[in-house]
């Protein structure tokens, strides 16, 4: 059974700094992708950022570009969302998402509707 369970999240001040994790279990994501996606109360899921796992390319929303940074642990099966220069208007309930074996698809990062596994999210509050 695939799982990812997010942590990292919590309230920082604008200019602050958090890092997000993802651990997976139930699969090795190899040959795959995964990503991040935030969420506001009563808004559509938007995707952050997303990475290969096979090569490391990278995408990021233009709102991220320069101020976060999705990254990889291949041992721990990991994949962190390095978070700089928080803004307020960064607050969201933050998702991991990957494409598992049995569905979904890589064809854009950034779109939710490709990823066919999610985590719970983990809150992020940035403070003016």
């Known amino acids: 059974q695939v799982q990812l369970v997010e942590s990292g999240g919590g309230s920082v001040q604008a200019g602050g700094s958090l890092r997000l994790s993802c651990a997976v279990s139930?699969?090795?994501?190899?040959?795959?992708?995964m990503g991040w996606f935030r969420q506001e109360p009563g808004k559509d899921r938007e995707g952050v950022a997303g990475?290969?796992?096979?090569?490391?390319?990278?995408v990021y929303a233009d709102s991220v570009k320069g101020r976060f940074t999705i990254s990889l642990n291949d041992a721990k099966n990991t994949v962190y969302l390095q978070m700089n220069s928080l803004k307020p208007e960064d607050t969201a309930m933050y998702y991991c998402?990957?494409?598992?074996?049995?569905?979904?698809?890589?064809?854009?990062?950034?779109?939710?509707?490709?990823?066919?596994?999610w985590g719970q999210g983990t809150q992020v509050t940035v403070s003016s």
């Open positions: 998402a990957a494409v598992s074996p049995g569905g979904g698809n890589c064809a854009n990062l950034l779109r939710r509707y490709g990823y066919n596994s």
């Open positions: 139930g699969y090795t994501y190899s040959s795959s992708c």
């Open positions: 990475i290969y796992t096979e090569g490391g390319t990278t």
